[in-house]
Structure formats: structure tokens, C-alpha cells
């Protein structure tokens, strides 16, 4: 076999292992949280220490790969993202598995920023298609049977396997990309951003960290004031050490135009509403519902392979059609189904969730294909990588913000609405004494079952009443702020990305045109 067809199958079984990596780890988080011992906080941190890190060394590591060469680059992210999830399996505390989580996010930023890189390499002329479709019907599929292949790895043989079966398919894609792909590096990069770097991952950081810990800490304490006004100075000193780099990692001069704006905006706003929904929407089907983890996953499949289904489609569409109706359409349709998902009661089943998951799966299949090609689109020729990797950041960031920023609420809204239900029913000072002071963080943490058996008949009832009642009144607040974003990311694509910033054809690079399943990454 030629070393091009080894290329395209290291480089594809490598971002399957990465995307579904992603997707297994939603239905995984109840069972983790219970066999851990985890606070709703170290929950946030199992997805937002991943993404942190992807976010913040995507574009750094695209730069260290055009200096030293995108093979090693790539063998390295493999490396990396192999052994961090071994130490995830093995983690036996929060902050085990919180670390590792961000070091394999690293290694994922590793090889995100170079997988595209070595298929254009590797690919020339029509062959080039050839191996981007198959690049994207291999990803697009480890987004939409994920939640299923997670499901069924949680609740037979364990948690800790939804990482450890990344081992064998690592160590066989290090092999077949140490043998048999070939190197390929910049001869006109110049070095790496460091300043950049360290501002932006430094400005994150504190901004989930304050959004994640303000309810526990309290929002008007020194701790999470100084937090959060840290990331704000150092956000605008990124801005400025951007602004004065002759070669910056994020190029603000691509701003000026607005459609690559709004491509930006676009990507930011799914990932912050619909993508970070997943985690609640993960513990309302397996915590309140009570549903297994495989069966929790199966419920994904309206939204999952209905975005799958449709995707190809809206690629065919973006040919004839304006893509800002695709991106503006695809959000209102996202925005309009987390509306739907508001519909919930206490007395709701599953089903409940079905109009909201079939229209949010159309909108994210509408948004999907055209996203990432519209971000390189409307840039000159030379900058069109820099501009894809700057579009997956803006996911990854709307992610890790997105879910940081809704769980504040959420934990807010959860353990007041409890309180306030179950103070109705007159069985509060039982619940309590049994709680030990801690109702709060049990709520949050879903372990009410920990002090439902230590109730009498009737306070136990009461309690687990009263939880559906505050859980389902949280989700659907976040739902609706999810809902907000979607549709205000709507109105700013159909405003933003105009046909007239697209350059022409031309000029853009089939090289550095990138599938549409990299943009699947946030999910």
C-alpha cells in the first residue's frame, strides 16, 4: 500500500480515537462522579480541562509542528494523548483525572493541529477529495455513534475503559505513522508565540476556574473577584502582545473582516449552547431519569445521527445557497430546539427531549459543513490555516466557558429550587439532619440517593419529588440562556458573514480547505 493511503489511516483512526474520546466521556460523567466521589465542580473539570488545554495550544502547537516538522508533532500528540488516558483509567480522585484530562488535551491539540496538514501533504489533485471525504465520514461517525460506544463501555466492563481502550489504538497509530508517513514543516516559520501563549491559557484558566468556583466560594469574595478580573487584564494584554507580534498565533487582522467574525461567533455560539448543554442533559436522562449509561446514550440518537444525516447535505447546499443561511438557520434551529427542551416538568419522561434533540441535531448537520470553510473562505490564501485553527479554538473555548458559565447557574438554581420544594412538604428538618449540613453539594453532586435511604418512607419520597422539581427547573433555565446564545449567534450570521468577503476560488488552497467533521470536535 502507498505511504499516502498509511497517512490517511494514522491520521483518521488518530481524530476518531480523539473525537470519540469527546463524545464517550458525556454518558461516562454520572458513573465517574459516583465512583470518585466527585463535587459538581470536578465534573465540569472532566470536560473543561480538556478543552482548556486543546483550546489554548491548538494554534501554539500548529506553530511548534511548522518549525520541527508535522510528523513528529503529531507522533508526539499521540503519544501523549495515549498515556494521559491510561492515567485517567487509572485516576482514583477528582484531581487525578482533572489533571490528566488536561494533559490529554494537549496531546489532542497535537495532533488536531497537524492531522490536516499531513492528508494535504500526503494528497494531491482529486485524490485530495477522496481522502477529506473519507477523513470526514470516519470523524462525522465517531461523533454520532459515541454516545452509544460510550454506553456500552460504561455500563459493561467500566468508566475507567472508556480511556483505556485509547491504549491498543494509540500504540498502533504511532507505529503505522512512525513507519510509513512522511514529514513535512514550513521552511518560512519564523518560532513560536510564547507571550501569546502564555496570556491566553493564563486568561482561560482563570475565567472557568472563577465561573466554576463562584457559587462555592462565594461571587463576591476576594478569591474569585481577583479571578475574574485577572482574566479580564490579561485578555487585554493577549490583545495587545497580538497586536504587536510581526508573526502572532492569533492574527487580529483577520477580524477585520466580517464574515470570518461571524464564522468565529458561529462557532463560539454552538458549542457554548447546545455542546455545553451535553453534560446537563447527561445528568438529567442517567440522574433524575435513572437511566443506565448505554441507555443514556442510545436517547442521544435523534440529535446525534440526525446532525450526521444532514451534514452531507448542507455541504452540497453551501455550493448553491448563501452560506450565511446555512450557519443562521442551522443556530435557529439549535436556539429553538434548547427553547423546546424548557417544555420539561418534573413529571416528564425522555420523550420530552425528542422535538428539542430533532431539531438541535438538524441545526448542528446545517452549521457543521460550511463553519470551518467559511473561516478559511474569507482569508487570503496564506492565512487560511491560522484561520482554521483559530475557528476550532473558538469551539473549544465556547465549550469550556459555556459549560463553566451555565453550571454556576445551575448550581444556584438546583439547590434553591430543591430547597424550595421540599420545604413544602414539611419534611425538611429530616432531610437535613440526615444530609449533615451538606444538602447542598449532594444536590449538585446528584448523590441523593447517598441519604435517601436513612429517610423515612414518606421523606424519602418527598426528597426525590423535590430534586426532579429543582433539577428540571435548573435545566431548563440554563436551557433557555443556552437558547439565547444559539439565537443571538444566529442573528450575528446572517448579519455578519456577507458573500462578498469570500475570496475567490482560486486563491483558496484545496490543501488547506479542511473537512467539515474537524468543527465536530466541540461536540
Given at each position: 500500500?502507498?505511504?499516502?493511503?498509511?497517512?490517511?489511516?494514522?491520521?483518521?483512526?488518530?481524530?476518531?480515537?480523539?473525537?470519540?474520546?469527546?463524545?464517550?466521556?458525556?454518558?461516562?460523567?454520572?458513573?465517574?462522579?459516583?465512583?470518585?466521589?466527585?463535587?459538581?465542580?470536578?465534573l465540569q473539570w472532566v470536560v473543561d480541562a480538556y478543552a482548556l488545554?486543546?483550546?489554548?495550544?491548538?494554534?501554539?502547537?500548529?506553530?511548534?509542528?511548522?518549525?520541527?516538522?508535522?510528523?513528529?508533532?503529531?507522533?508526539?500528540?499521540?503519544?501523549?494523548?495515549?498515556?494521559?488516558?491510561?492515567?485517567?483509567?487509572?485516576?482514583?480522585?477528582?484531581?487525578?483525572?482533572?489533571?490528566?484530562?488536561?494533559?490529554?488535551?494537549?496531546?489532542?491539540?497535537?495532533?488536531?493541529?497537524?492531522?490536516?496538514?499531513?492528508?494535504?501533504?500526503?494528497?494531491?489533485?482529486?485524490?485530495?477529495?477522496?481522502?477529506?471525504?473519507?477523513?470526514?465520514?470516519?470523524?462525522?461517525?465517531?461523533?454520532?455513534?459515541?454516545?452509544?460506544?460510550?454506553?456500552?463501555?460504561?455500563?459493561?466492563?467500566?468508566?475507567?475503559?472508556?480511556?483505556?481502550?485509547?491504549?491498543?489504538?494509540?500504540?498502533?497509530?504511532?507505529?503505522?505513522?512512525?513507519?510509513?508517513?512522511?514529514?513535512?514543516?514550513?521552511?518560512?516559520?519564523?518560532?513560536?508565540?510564547?507571550?501569546?501563549?502564555?496570556?491566553?491559557?493564563?486568561?482561560?484558566?482563570?475565567?472557568v476556574y472563577g465561573l466554576v468556583q463562584g457559587n462555592e466560594k462565594?461571587?463576591?469574595?476576594?478569591?474569585?473577584?481577583?479571578?475574574?478580573?485577572?482574566?479580564?487584564?490579561?485578555?487585554?494584554?493577549?490583545?495587545?502582545?497580538?497586536?504587536?507580534?510581526?508573526?502572532?498565533?492569533?492574527?487580529?487582522?483577520?477580524?477585520?473582516?466580517?464574515?470570518?467574525?461571524?464564522?468565529?461567533?458561529?462557532?463560539?455560539?454552538?458549542?457554548?449552547?447546545?455542546?455545553?448543554?451535553?453534560?446537563?442533559?447527561?445528568?438529567?436522562?442517567?440522574?433524575?431519569?435513572?437511566?443506565?449509561?448505554?441507555?443514556?446514550?442510545?436517547?442521544?440518537?435523534?440529535?446525534?445521527?440526525?446532525?450526521?444525516?444532514?451534514?452531507?447535505?448542507?455541504?452540497?447546499?453551501?455550493?448553491?445557497?448563501?452560506?450565511?443561511?446555512?450557519?443562521?438557520?442551522?443556530?435557529?434551529?439549535?436556539?429553538?430546539?434548547?427553547?423546546?427542551?424548557?417544555?420539561?416538568?418534573?413529571?416528564?419522561?425522555?420523550?420530552?427531549?425528542?422535538?428539542?434533540?430533532?431539531?438541535?441535531?438538524?441545526?448542528?448537520?446545517?452549521?457543521?459543513?460550511?463553519?470551518?470553510?467559511?473561516?478559511?473562505?474569507?482569508?487570503?490564501?496564506?492565512?487560511?490555516?491560522?484561520?482554521?485553527?483559530?475557528?476550532?479554538?473558538?469551539?473549544?473555548?465556547?465549550?469550556?466557558?459555556?459549560?463553566?458559565?451555565?453550571?454556576?447557574?445551575?448550581?444556584?438554581?438546583?439547590?434553591?429550587?430543591?430547597?424550595?420544594?421540599?420545604?413544602?412538604?414539611?419534611?425538611?428538618?429530616?432531610?437535613?439532619?440526615?444530609?449533615?449540613?451538606?444538602?447542598?453539594?449532594?444536590?449538585?453532586?446528584?448523590?441523593?440517593?447517598?441519604?435517601?435511604?436513612?429517610?423515612?418512607?414518606?421523606?424519602?419520597?418527598?426528597?426525590?419529588?423535590?430534586?426532579?422539581?429543582?433539577?428540571?427547573?435548573?435545566?431548563?433555565?440554563?436551557?433557555?440562556?443556552?437558547?439565547?446564545?444559539?439565537?443571538?449567534?444566529?442573528?450575528?450570521?446572517?448579519?455578519?458573514?456577507?458573500?462578498?468577503?469570500?475570496?475567490?476560488?482560486?486563491?483558496?488552497?484545496?490543501?488547506?480547505?479542511?473537512?467539515?467533521?474537524?468543527?465536530?470536535?466541540?461536540?
Amino acid at each position: 500500500m502507498e505511504r499516502k493511503w498509511w497517512t490517511l489511516i494514522a491520521v483518521s483512526v488518530a481524530i476518531f480515537m480523539l473525537l470519540l474520546d469527546i463524545t464517550v466521556v458525556n454518558v461516562a460523567l454520572p458513573d465517574i462522579q459516583r465512583s470518585l466521589h466527585s463535587s459538581f465542580s470536578d465534573l465540569q473539570w472532566v470536560v473543561d480541562a480538556y478543552a482548556l488545554t486543546l483550546a489554548t495550544f491548538l494554534l501554539t502547537a500548529g506553530s511548534v509542528a511548522d518549525l520541527v516538522g508535522r510528523k513528529r508533532v503529531f507522533i508526539a500528540g499521540l503519544f501523549v494523548f495515549t498515556i494521559s488516558s491510561a492515567v485517567c483509567g487509572l485516576s482514583t480522585t477528582p484531581l487525578e483525572l482533572n489533571l490528566a484530562r488536561a494533559v490529554q488535551g494537549t496531546g489532542g491539540a497535537m495532533m488536531f493541529a497537524t492531522a490536516l496538514a499531513l492528508l494535504a501533504q500526503a494528497f494531491h489533485g482529486k485524490e485530495r477529495g477522496t481522502a477529506f471525504g473519507v477523513f470526514g465520514a470516519v470523524t462525522g461517525g465517531a461523533v454520532a455513534v459515541g454516545p452509544v460506544i460510550g454506553g456500552i463501555i460504561t455500563s459493561g466492563i467500566g468508566w475507567e475503559w472508556i480511556f483505556f481502550v485509547n491504549i491498543p489504538i494509540g500504540v498502533i497509530a504511532v507505529l503505522i505513522a512512525f513507519t510509513k508517513v512522511e514529514d513535512s514543516r514550513d521552511p518560512d516559520a519564523t518560532g513560536v508565540d510564547w507571550a501569546g501563549l502564555v496570556t491566553f491559557s493564563a486568561a482561560l484558566f482563570l475565567l472557568v476556574y472563577g465561573l466554576v468556583q463562584g457559587n462555592e466560594k462565594g461571587w463576591g469574595s476576594t478569591e474569585i473577584v481577583a479571578f475574574l478580573s485577572g482574566a479580564v487584564v490579561l485578555l487585554v494584554a493577549f490583545v495587545i502582545v497580538e497586536h504587536l507580534q510581526s508573526r502572532p498565533m492569533l492574527d487580529l487582522s483577520l477580524f477585520r473582516r466580517p464574515a470570518f467574525t461571524g464564522a468565529s461567533i458561529v462557532a463560539f455560539a454552538i458549542s457554548g449552547s447546545f455542546f455545553a448543554m451535553f453534560l446537563y442533559l447527561t445528568l438529567y436522562i442517567q440522574d433524575v431519569l435513572g437511566f443506565t449509561p448505554l441507555q443514556a446514550g442510545l436517547r442521544f440518537l435523534p440529535a446525534t445521527l440526525l446532525s450526521f444525516i444532514v451534514a452531507p447535505i448542507s455541504g452540497k447546499l453551501s455550493v448553491r445557497v448563501p452560506v450565511r443561511l446555512l450557519l443562521g438557520s442551522g443556530l435557529l434551529l439549535v436556539g429553538i430546539g434548547l427553547l423546546a427542551m424548557t417544555a420539561i416538568d418534573a413529571s416528564s419522561t425522555w420523550t420530552a427531549l425528542i422535538p428539542g434533540f430533532l431539531l438541535a441535531g438538524v441545526g448542528v448537520g446545517l452549521v457543521n459543513p460550511p463553519l470551518v470553510s467559511t473561516a478559511v473562505g474569507v482569508v487570503p490564501a496564506e492565512r487560511s490555516g491560522m484561520a482554521s485553527g483559530i475557528n476550532s479554538t473558538f469551539r473549544q473555548v465556547g465549550i469550556a466557558t459555556g459549560i463553566a458559565g451555565l453550571g454556576a447557574v445551575f448550581q444556584h438554581s438546583v439547590t434553591h429550587g430543591t430547597t424550595t420544594a421540599l420545604r413544602a412538604t414539611g419534611h425538611t428538618h429530616e432531610v437535613l439532619r440526615a444530609a449533615h449540613g451538606q444538602l447542598g453539594t449532594l444536590l449538585e453532586s446528584g448523590e441523593v440517593t447517598q441519604i435517601a435511604h436513612s429517610l423515612s418512607a414518606g421523606a424519602r419520597t418527598a426528597l426525590e419529588h423535590s430534586y426532579r422539581v429543582g433539577f428540571t427547573e435548573a435545566f431548563t433555565t440554563i436551557a433557555a440562556i443556552a437558547a439565547v446564545l444559539a439565537l443571538v449567534g444566529a442573528v450575528l450570521a446572517f448579519v455578519l458573514v456577507r458573500s462578498r468577503d469570500f475570496v475567490s476560488a482560486g486563491e483558496l488552497p484545496a490543501a488547506q480547505t479542511p473537512p467539515e467533521p474537524v468543527a465536530a470536535a466541540a461536540g
